[in-house]
């Protein structure tokens, strides 16, 4: 495991674009695998910057979103498709067509069936992954089981209120959402962590100090990939009890 640790969030969604802009240079045809959430809204905008700078173009790039909430509409403000949509799609030369995320508010069979097939042709060249404070990745929550493939997944009672902040209420946040399986994550070419923030130190401690892999910690898993790099900030990383000295 490749570990970055980074002065700011900033610079940590700066690295994580930068690899993701290396490897669509690597393959102007990239599959990316995307994320939503907090942690990642900051890594659109040197994407787009650097779509600006004409650094890199997006035109024959496909996109592939890790999750969806079922029962929200694509166009509702907090559907993951708007988010994509907003922070990012709308603003580089990616064709709609090349993106996919998920749908979660009708014929959820065919839509899983649908997601499954896309990540066996779409082959993502990286993933970017947020990690949540109880340590799941995707919404692969932590359990007795985890899945390997894309499921409908029930979201744990500490991630309905680390999203309330998005809604009006905590009751507004779906309970339920699509979500690739930890399998399928680990499918990814390569896969970058990005994570800030003392509540994500429990996770960080568990994925960077311990040699542990456990369906209680989901991020854990990813111990089983040979090419995962984390990025995380220094004052994260000291919460963690990690210093390394800067990469
Ligand atoms: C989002 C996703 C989630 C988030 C995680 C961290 O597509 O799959 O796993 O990455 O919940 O979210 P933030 O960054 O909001 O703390």
Redesign the pocket.
């Known amino acids: 495991m490749n570990i970055i640790v980074t002065e700011s969030y900033e610079e940590t969604c700066r690295e994580a674009a930068g690899q993701m802009i290396a490897a669509i240079q690597a393959n102007p045809q990239a599959c990316l695998g995307l994320?939503?959430?907090?942690?990642?809204q900051g890594v659109y905008p040197y994407l787009i910057q650097a779509y600006h700078q004409q650094t890199v173009s997006f035109k024959d790039v496909k996109t592939v979103n890790?999750?969806e909430y079922i029962g929200l509409k694509p166009d509702h403000p907090q559907s993951?498709r708007r988010y994509m949509d907003n922070h990012f799609f709308d603003h580089v030369d990616v064709s709609p067509l090349n993106t996919y995320v998920p749908s979660g508010c009708h014929m959820l069979q065919q839509e899983m069936a649908i997601f499954a097939g896309i990540l066996d042709v779409w082959k993502r060249d990286i993933q970017l992954?947020?990690?949540?404070i109880n340590g799941?990745?995707?919404?692969n929550e932590p359990g007795e089981v985890l899945h390997a493939r894309v499921h409908m997944a029930e979201l744990a009672e500490a991630?309905i209120k680390?999203n309330a902040r998005f809604f009006a209420s905590e009751e507004d946040v779906p309970k339920t959402a699509i979500t690739m399986g930890v399998g399928d994550i680990l499918h990814a070419g390569k896969i970058v962590v990005i994570a800030t923030g003392s509540q994500k130190a429990g996770a960080l401690q568990k994925l960077l100090n311990d040699d542990e892999v456990t369906t209680r910690m989901p991020c854990t898993l990813l111990k089983l990939h040979r090419d995962v790099t984390v990025i995380l900030d220094r004052e994260l990383a000291q919460q963690v009890g990690y210093n390394r000295p800067v990469s």
């Open positions: 994320a939503t959430g907090g942690t990642a890790l999750d993951y992954l947020g990690v949540g799941h990745i995707g919404f991630t680390a």
